[in-house]
């Protein structure tokens, strides 16, 4: 049992923070928690890469005095990966949060379900039909909300 | 572009440390070759040294600083810098980025791809100095439309 | 690799996630999420990942921290989405099934460190090996991100400044050519000043 938790713990944690994350963007009504999800999401999947450029008795990859044998030193591969992802993902940020603020400033709140509300009742008044993609589900099985705020 | 914060002591840190913060973020773009580091970390670190007067001065002195046109300049010189570096071995007939084919006298392909890889760090490093500067001054500006 | 270590920052990595996703304060999420990021930094550390932690601990914890607390000044500091229960019903069982799937699938994956593991043997061996006298770098991972692998660093950094030009053309700074260049409302401070016009504002 415990042989079985040391070789594969890392995965179960992993698990438990994409599963946080991704409860976190799909359940969380206020789009700057939606974002946070996201990040918690990404950054789990850069610790599960990492941790599979592991390897028994490897040191950081820069080679020295010891020589060129790919067995001293654990795989750079991963860590390049990660690494152009992670400034990737702070752009991908950048942007969400640009989108954010102008959202907030044609609609004066971050809640998601308001502001799908307002786009559908100003765009056609049945409600039925949402021009948004499935990231809104409550966006048409809430007539109440749409109407106080017209 | 915060604003002023009121304690002086904030202000007169941040405005010592920024130019060091700075500083190191060079170095880490320099020293990339020997231990961790790089284009991407260096400019990072750069780009903070010019986020923390903006954080924490008056508009006035932060702008002098870092100016606001540095950020789209510094992003669109480094990814060209890094465009050019690639079509260079090109000339030479090589492929693209393929920086060993360059033949300079008296240097060895090794010592040409290390200077290539220097280059294209100083690139990144500009690239990402001025994408992260240009959106969190997008993101602070105050006077915007709406 | 220190295990209790490493056990030890995962417990604490849930919990600021957990948190962060949960408080209601968004200054306070923003802070647990670079507390969260400064601890992924540490485990990568842990694992002889010098450059990707280096990277995690100046962009997660550092520039992601700080466009977050921007554009919460910008907007609001209070997280007051209506909670909505229904939604709840849908999405709890769709990230149990998520867990389910992934929990299946990571049988196959390799034990931790194990140095045959099918990753370990591909391309990378050759980059460990030649890396030195091909370009003069002790350090892999730069010779791998600007010399073999430099096509995918390009595509990369072409996507930083298109995400930041995306940025600021949907705020609109762009599309103000008279407020941009300079400082607004600055007239000792035009350092770039070779445009011979004024500032409108």
Same mark, same amino acid.
């Given at each position: 049992m415990i042989e079985l938790f040391l070789a594969r713990y890392v995965y179960l944690f992993v698990l438990l923070l994409l599963a946080i994350g991704l409860y976190g963007v799909l359940a969380k009504g206020d789009l700057v928690k939606k974002v946070i999800g996201l990040t918690i999401f990404s950054t789990a999947i850069y610790i599960f890469f990492i941790e599979g450029s592991l390897q028994e008795g490897a040191t950081a990859p820069v080679i020295d005095e010891r020589g060129s044998d790919p067995a001293l030193y654990v795989d750079p591969l991963p860590h390049l990966l990660i690494l152009t992802a992670i400034v990737v993902g702070v752009g991908v940020i950048g942007v969400a949060l640009s989108l954010l603020v102008r959202l907030y400033r044609v609609h004066g709140t971050l809640d998601e379900a308001v502001i799908a509300d307002r786009i559908a009742g100003r765009e056609d008044m049945s409600q039925e039909t949402t021009p948004d993609d499935g990231t809104a589900p409550s966006a048409g099985d809430d007539p109440g909300a749409a109407g106080d705020d017209q | 572009m915060i604003g002023s914060y009121p304690s002086v002591v904030v202000r007169v840190t941040s405005a010592l440390l920024s130019p060091f913060i700075a500083m190191f973020g060079i170095y880490i773009i320099a020293h990339g070759h020997y231990g961790p580091g790089g284009g991407f970390a260096g400019g990072v670190f750069v780009a903070v040294g010019a986020i923390l007067p903006r954080l924490t001065l008056p508009e006035l002195l932060s702008f002098r600083l870092f100016p606001p046109w540095l950020a789209p300049t510094a992003g669109g010189i480094g990814l060209l810098l890094f465009l050019l570096v690639g079509l260079v071995p090109m000339l030479a007939? =090589? #492929?693209?980025?393929?920086? =060993? #084919?360059v033949e300079i006298a008296g240097m060895a392909a090794s010592r040409v791809r290390y200077l290539g890889i220097l280059i294209v760090e100083i690139g990144v490093g500009l690239a990402v100095f001025g994408a992260m500067l240009l959106i969190f001054d997008v993101l602070t500006q105050r006077d915007g439309d709406a | 690799m220190i295990v209790p270590l490493d056990v030890v920052v995962f417990v604490i990595l849930l919990a600021t996630a957990v948190l962060a996703l949960q408080v209601r304060d968004l200054l306070a999420a923003v802070s647990l999420l670079a507390g969260y990021s400064l601890f992924v930094a540490l485990l990568f550390a842990g694992v002889a990942a010098v450059d990707v932690a280096l990277v995690e601990a100046a962009l997660g914890a550092g520039i992601t921290g700080v466009l977050f607390i921007a554009a919460i000044l910008a907007t609001t500091r209070r997280s007051d989405a209506r909670s909505d229960p229904k939604r709840r019903l849908v999405v709890l069982p769709l990230v149990a099934g998520f867990v389910a799937l992934m929990l299946y699938a990571s049988v196959d994956l390799p034990d931790?460190?194990?140095?045959?593991?099918p990753a370990q043997l591909g391309v990378s061996q050759v980059y460990l090996a030649d890396s030195l006298a091909d370009?003069?770098?002790?350090?892999v991972v730069t010779s791998l991100l600007a010399d073999y692998r430099s096509l995918d660093t390009l595509g990369e950094t072409m996507v930083i400044v298109t995400a930041a030009l995306a940025a600021a053309l949907v705020l609109g700074r762009l599309g103000e050519p008279a407020s941009w260049p300079q400082p607004r409302r600055g007239r000792g401070a035009r350092t770039g000043g070779d445009e011979p016009e004024e500032p409108t504002s």
């Open positions: - | 007939g =090589g #492929a693209f980025l393929d920086y =060993g #084919a | 931790r460190g194990d140095p045959e593991a370009t003069e770098t002790p350090n």
